[in-house]
């Protein structure tokens, strides 16, 4: 088959959950198919990784999102209001993609085109009115339910007030517009429910998240000390809000009755707000070349996690490696997981904190969820199997 993928991000280096999955899925499916990519550029940083991808993907093309001064934008976002769009989808358009992608659909026929994340959906107006492929839209998250949540982890009125309006506003159009496209993909079944109750007319189909368990093998407890692991972005709205309210309303508790454990806050471009929790046994890496270090010396991976969407990587890295976890219900949202099997839930600081215990000195609970977490991931999360999974959501739509 012919696939173009199209996106706002390079997959590679796949350093955060969507570029994790967008690098594996499509490094798979290149294996046995002709796969394209088309890539939005935010940085000229980011023209470097697109050498990578070209090693294993027929065909790469790039476009620079053009960032000016929001008041520039002023026509634009009223038109997009006017017309029903989201005017912040404005700020993730780039017209010289939207040509690129025209072009490659004019030079080459495509079997399948897919777009990933509901906010790139608009580029589908760039294919020539003679295209005759499988429109496939991936939804990583659910845009207009992600926001919704930032409002409760947002600190900054103006950006609450963003944040609502965008949601508000992805409500209304993100499952409308999304009829467009023969196919939809969510990540969880949670996510597909959504989607239809805001749209029953939807095909949709749930192509989950995964690992790499061939890479990710369990890992020793040899050089395991009783420490803490949380790993994200820590650019990220629901991730800052998740490592601060850690640090202050469950951390102090887990030391009250385990003494001075330590906790590592691993993930890029660490906030302001989260580089000031550096200390007092707190560690605050920014990006790093590998988490497999930070696992090693880690007992368990912490998901504190109150706000966010779609379902978390850094999880089933946590299982495939065998390391446990402890979760909010937030945080492993969408994943096929048992509490007390696969993980432990907790949802109030106080249930946090005595699951951190429970995990840190019940040895054979945490042998059991360490070796049942193993077995999920395996058999049900390993990226082959969603590959595959992927591949026949495609041979059905183009069919």
Not at 166 to 174: A, F, G, K, T, V
Not at 217 to 230: G, K
Not at 332 to 359: I, K, W, Y
Request: with cysteine; net charge positive; aromatic share 8%.
């Amino acid at each position: 088959m012919r696939i173009l993928f199209i996106t706002d991000y390079p997959p590679y280096p796949p350093i955060s959950g969507d570029r994790i999955r967008v690098y594996s899925i499509i490094r798979r499916l290149a294996k046995q198919h002709q796969v394209s990519v088309a890539v939005a550029l935010w940085t000229p940083d980011e023209a470097e990784s697109i050498s990578h991808l070209r090693q294993f993907c027929y065909r790469a093309e790039t476009a620079s999102i053009r960032w000016r001064h929001p008041l520039n934008y002023l026509p634009d976002l009223i038109r997009y209001a006017l017309e029903g769009k989201p005017p912040e989808l404005r700020f993730l358009y780039s017209k010289d993609l939207a040509d690129k992608v025209r072009q490659m659909f004019l030079s080459e026929d495509f079997d399948i085109m897919h777009v990933e994340q509901s906010r790139m959906a608009l580029y589908l107006e760039a294919l020539p009115r003679s295209t005759n492929c499988a429109r496939i839209l991936a939804f990583q998250n659910v845009a207009s339910s992600q926001y919704a949540r930032l409002l409760h982890v947002e600190r900054k009125l103006i950006t609450k007030m963003r944040a609502l309006l965008h949601s508000l506003m992805m409500r209304r159009w993100e499952p409308r517009y999304a009829e467009r496209f023969d196919r939809c993909i969510a990540v969880s079944e949670a996510d597909r429910r959504l989607l239809l109750a805001a749209n029953p007319r939807l095909r949709i189909d749930v192509v989950p998240n995964g690992v790499d368990t061939q890479l990710y093998q369990p890992l020793s407890l040899e050089e395991t000390r009783p420490a803490l692991l949380f790993i994200g972005t820590m650019s990220y709205a629901p991730c800052v809000d998740a490592a601060i309210y850690f640090c202050k309303q469950i951390l102090p508790r887990i030391r009250s009755a385990l003494g001075q454990i330590g906790l590592w806050i691993v993930g890029a471009n660490p906030t302001p707000g989260v580089s000031a929790l550096r200390g007092d046994g707190v560690h605050v890496t920014g990006r790093v070349d590998s988490v497999i270090p930070y696992y090693k010396r880690s007992a368990i991976s912490i998901v504190p996690l109150r706000a966010g969407g779609g379902t978390r990587l850094k999880i089933l890295e946590s299982m495939a490696l065998g390391r446990p976890v402890v979760s909010t219900s937030i945080g492993c949202e969408g994943l096929d997981v048992v509490n007390g099997e696969h993980l432990l839930v907790a949802d109030s600081p106080e249930q946090f904190a005595e699951q951190a215990v429970r995990l840190l000195t019940d040895q054979t609970l945490y042998n059991l969820i360490r070796t049942n977490a193993r077995q999920l991931v395996t058999a049900r999360y390993d990226w082959d199997v969603i590959a595959r999974k992927l591949l026949d959501v495609y041979h059905e739509a183009a069919s």
